[in-house]
């Protein structure tokens, strides 16, 4: 998968995945393809725990963490008010 696909279908399944309204920054961290940043901000992260917050997300992400599409994750996940 390319690179630029992978950022389109990861930010359109955060949409999709009850997400909307929700702003998105999904980075190729380290230019390699592999190793990326997320930064998600919603509402709906309201009274879960970070690795709730994280839960959501690797759910998601799963057969693409597991195809090895995305080896590695920085996760950046909060509330509107939180910023």
């Not at 995945?17 to 509402?43: A, C, L, M, P, T």
């Not at 057969?63 to 920085?74: G, M, P, Q, S």
């Amino acid at each position: 998968m390319q690179n630029v696909e992978l950022i389109k279908e990861v930010e359109q399944r955060i949409v999709d995945s009850y997400w909307k309204g929700v702003d998105i920054d999904f980075q190729d961290e380290r230019w390699d393809g592999k190793h990326f940043y997320i930064s998600i901000v919603s509402d709906k992260f309201e009274w879960l725990s970070r690795i709730e917050r994280s839960q959501q997300i690797y759910k998601i992400l799963d057969d693409l963490l597991k195809k090895d599409y995305i080896h590695a994750l920085r996760m950046k996940l909060k509330t509107s008010n939180e910023l």
